[in-house]
C-alpha cells in the first residue's frame, strides 16, 4: 500500500506559478513510477505529466509541454510538479497517482495509487 498526499495547490494570476509536491508513503517509492494528472470543471479526469521510477524518461501532454516539469526526489519519497506560464485553463485539480513498475505510462486505469488531489486556480 502507498500513501500519496498532494500539497502546493492554491489560486495564481494568470502567467504565474506554482509547485505541486506529492509526498508518499508506505511502500518503496523507487518502484514506482509516478503520474500527474487533473480533473477540470465539468471534465473527465485527464492525463497531465509521468515519470519513469528511476527519473530517466518523462512524458507531457501537449498543452502543458515546455511550461510545465516533474521530477523526483526518492531519498525525500515526494514527486514535484513545477507549474509556470499558468494559464486559466489549467484551472483543475490536480492528482499525483503512483503504478508500481518501472514504466511511465499516460493511462488512469495503469495507476495503482491515487492522492486525494489539491485545487489549483488560475485567474485571468
Known amino acids: 500500500q502507498v500513501q500519496l498526499v498532494e500539497s502546493g495547490g492554491g489560486l495564481v494570476q494568470a502567467g504565474g506559478s506554482l509547485r505541486l509536491s506529492c509526498a508518499a508513503s508506505g511502500r518503496t517509492f523507487n518502484n514506482y513510477a509516478m503520474g500527474w494528472f487533473r480533473r477540470a470543471p465539468g471534465k473527465e479526469r485527464e492525463f497531465v505529466v509521468t515519470?519513469?521510477?528511476?527519473?530517466?524518461?518523462?512524458y507531457y501532454t501537449r498543452s502543458v509541454k515546455g511550461r510545465f516539469t516533474i521530477s523526483r526526489d526518492n531519498a525525500k519519497n515526494t514527486a514535484y510538479l513545477q507549474m509556470n506560464s499558468l494559464k486559466p485553463e489549467d484551472t483543475a485539480v490536480y492528482y499525483c497517482?503512483?503504478?508500481?513498475?518501472?514504466?511511465?505510462?499516460?493511462?488512469?486505469?495503469?495507476?495503482?495509487?491515487w492522492g486525494q488531489g489539491t485545487q489549483v486556480t488560475v485567474s485571468s
Open positions: 497517482a503512483a503504478r508500481n513498475g518501472p514504466s511511465a505510462t499516460t493511462s488512469l486505469s495503469d495507476y495503482d495509487y
Open positions: 515519470i519513469s521510477r528511476t527519473g530517466g524518461m518523462t
